[in-house]
């Protein structure tokens, strides 16, 4: 029965690919490490400076919002000059 064979021939192979794989990433997988500890040094920030920060995004937020909807009318009225015309 050579379909038989062939079968099994696959699924070994099949196989021994499945194990390989899970051999090479066994280590990458991520986790939680005890070991590592992130040190972060925040500087202090005075109220004025979060103060002038909450500005500064605030203003960059504006910007962004009115960039979009521009770009939506005037895709909206280009859309609709091409329905009319």
């Given at each position: ?10 699924l ?74």
């Open positions: 029965m050579p379909l038989g064979e062939s079968m099994r021939s696959t070994k192979s099949n196989k021994a690919i499945m194990i390989d794989k899970s051999r090479r990433f066994r280590k990458t997988l991520g986790g939680y490490n005890k070991g590592k500890k992130k040190v972060v040094n925040f500087p202090n920030a005075t109220s004025k400076d979060l103060q002038l920060i909450k500005q500064k995004l605030k203003k960059e937020n504006q910007r962004l919002w009115c960039k979009v909807a521009g770009a939506l009318v005037l895709f909206i009225g280009v859309l609709l000059l091409l329905i009319i015309w």
